[in-house]
Each structure stands twice: as structure tokens, then as C-alpha cells.
């Protein structure tokens, strides 16, 4: 039996297209990347004056002002979430509504936790985890989860799990732009510019305390997330920029990464092999006997490797591979005595 050697061809005709600052997870089990962000502007004392010597900071009381005196040391909160001890009553001149005069006070700034995550996500895929952070302990945590080929934001204060579900389909291929918010109990999502309904924690707690590390697409193999439920792989889908409260987050500086390539511009549905994978299609067994015809699509950026394989139990086999750029074939055979 001989084997006609084609001609050499080229393993990739022409270099492929990538989408900019964007990483395809799902390639393997443990597909991930770790991303630091500074957790303090999740759980933040803010730092800044409410208010100073020169300038005076209106804003509307958060409850009446009955009982106030004009110069008195009782405390509100106010709009820009400080607790002002020194206030005096006014009236706005542009309005006959009262307002606070706050001058030369000293703030006593509260702890407000704030989580606000943005992202883009390309997928086919109908599960996977999208994000996760959470405490050492994992009492607290956020997480962002497709199911059913759709989002669902999950957040616990360490008083009870808190989901936020939206209804829009995203397992389309296409483009979607996804933001998450937590603010003071309350969360809410966005997909595309449309929001979900805002949902409301149980308990009295406020703020979400978590590490300084966003799972992006997955979680290390090692690693193991209690209490938030089997959707815990990564999401076969390309994310491009990601933000925390506005910072956008530098995925070439990773804390840890594993199994995660580039994404191509034109997504296509395939398998994807990442050097270490493979699939036995018959494996009850397969005679080639003197003819065998076999038809395949790839796309590859390797220059060397295994395309396919039927071998038996002895020497005889039969194989196509790339070896420096081409694609080739092998043939091993012995004769029956």
C-alpha cells in the first residue's frame, strides 16, 4: 500500500486577525485569569473633604429638619454620603425649600461600599462563569454567571445571597456590552443598555468585603468557591475591556493566568485543541483496509503538530501532521507473514 505525498501547503494561508485587549477563555479546564484592583475603592472610607474653610456644600437633608438646631451637632447624611457634626439650617436663595449651609466643618466620612463592573463578552456559549471576587473566607463575594444563556449577578453582605437575573439572551455571538452595580444593599444590571430590576439584600450589613482579585472567565483548578452554586467553569467567550468603578484593568499584568489566547476578530464555531487535547471519535475500533478518504477544515497559528491518527494495536498506522509550516502525511505498515 503507497501514499501518494501532496504538495506542501501552508498551515495558515494568510495571519489571522485578533480583537485588541480582548482574551478567549474556556480553552481548558482551569481557563483563567486573575486581575488585582484596589479593593478600598470597593470598601472605601473616602478621604476627601466634604466641605472646607472656602467654600460652602449645599445639599437637601436626608430627613426633616425638625429638632435641628441652627448651630447644633446632630448629624445627616447627605447626598455626597458624609456625616457633617457641625450644620446650620438655611434657605437657598434660588429656592424656597430648605436646604444645608455647611461651613469649615470637619467630616466624619462613613465606610459606603460601592462595586460597579463593567465588561464586554462574545460567546455561543449558554454556561459559564463570567467574574468572581470574594473574601478570604468567601463569605462575601460577587459573582457573574451565565446560565440558560443567561446573566445572573449574584452578591452576598455574609447575610444571605442576594441574585439579580436578566432576561436578555446572550449565547448570540454577538458583541454585548454588561455592567454590574452594588450599591448600599441594593444591585442591579446592565446588558446592552437595558437594565434588570434592582434587587434589595436582606440584613442590615452595607459593605462588601472582598481580596483585591477579580476571577475573570474562570477559576484556577485548585481553587474551589463554596456557596455559589455548579456554575463554577470557565465561560468559553472572548471578554474584552474590563473596569472596576471606572478603572480599567490591565489583563497583560495578570496575578495569575492559565489556558487563555487571543481572540479572533471573526468568530467561528469549531473545536479548539490547545496542544494537549485531543478526541477518539471511533473508539470500538476502525479498519482502514486499501482505501481511506478523510476531509477536514483547520485553522492553526503552530507550526508543528498532529492533525489526526488511526493506528492499530500493533505498528500499522496511518496520520496527518504539520511539520515545520506543512502539512504532511505518515504511513507505518507490515505485511502479514
Known sequence: MTLQQPEALCAVDRAPEYVPNARQFGLAEGSHVVLPFNQLAVRKRSSEPCCGHDRAWWCRPLQALSGISALGTS????SSGCEMPSIRTSTHIAS??????LRGCTPNCLDI?????????RTFASSGLVYYMAHQNQVDYATLQLHGGRLHFMFDLGKGRTKVSHPALLSDGQWHTVKTEYFKRKGFMTV????????????????????????????????????????????????GEVTVNSKQLDKDSPVSASAVNRCYT???????????GYAALVKEGYKVRSDVNITLEFRTSSENGVLLGVSSAKVDAIGLEIVNGKVSNFLCYHLLQ
Open 75 to 78: 448629624r445627616l447624611l447627605c
Open 266 to 276: 471573526a468568530a467561528q464555531e469549531g473545536t479548539f485543541f490547545e496542544g494537549s
Open 192 to 239: 446592552d443598555g437595558q437594565e434588570s430590576p434592582m434587587v434589595t439584600t436582606g440584613g442590615d450589613a452595607t459593605t462588601l468585603d472582598v481580596e483585591g482579585k477579580l476571577y475573570l472567565g474562570g477559576l484556577p483548578s485548585e481553587y474551589r468557591a463554596r456557596n455559589i452554586g455548579n456554575i463554577t467553569h470557565s465561560i468559553p467567550a472572548c471578554i
Open 96 to 101: 424656597s425649600e430648605p436646604h444645608l449651609e
Open 113 to 121: 461600599s460601592t462595586l460597579s463592573v463593567q465588561l464586554s463578552i
